[in-house]
Nanobody, 124 residues
């Protein structure tokens, strides 16, 4: 069971760090990703770390503002979000997969394990 936490209310231009914990001992070998879903919109890819790769992949529109990191010792991933905008308001989900392929890490269907999400609200 993945558990995302750290969401909340932040003003435009502010920063927030959300994290996701997983109980699985082999978490370090999983592909782990962040997705988000704004009200009335499709769930969209935010960032991912492919298996043991230490270099995250990001949605083009978020590069430079969001930073994803992994702490294998704690089976945890985090997403540091800076210069937040009202358009970043969404429920943020962490997801994990043992079988995702690199070319499909941005695809919702590549992930079998999902947490319940944490709400991030950016006020204008």
């Amino acid at each position: 069971q993945l558990q995302a936490f750290g969401g909340g209310l932040v003003q435009t231009g502010g920063s927030l760090r959300i994290s996701c914990a997983a109980p699985e001992r082999t978490f370090s070998t999983y592909t782990v990703a962040w997705f988000r879903q704004a009200p009335g919109k499709e769930r969209e890819f935010v960032a991912a770390l492919f298996r043991r790769n230490s270099r995250p992949s990001y949605a083009d529109s978020l590069k430079g503002r969001f930073t994803m990191s992994r702490d294998n010792a704690r089976s945890m991933v985090s997403l540091q979000m800076n210069s937040l905008k009202p358009d970043d308001t969404a429920v943020y989900y962490c997801a994990a997969s043992r079988t995702a392929i690199m070319s499909a890490i941005t695809v919702v269907g590549s992930y079998a394990y999902w947490g319940p999400g944490t709400l991030v609200t950016v006020s204008s």
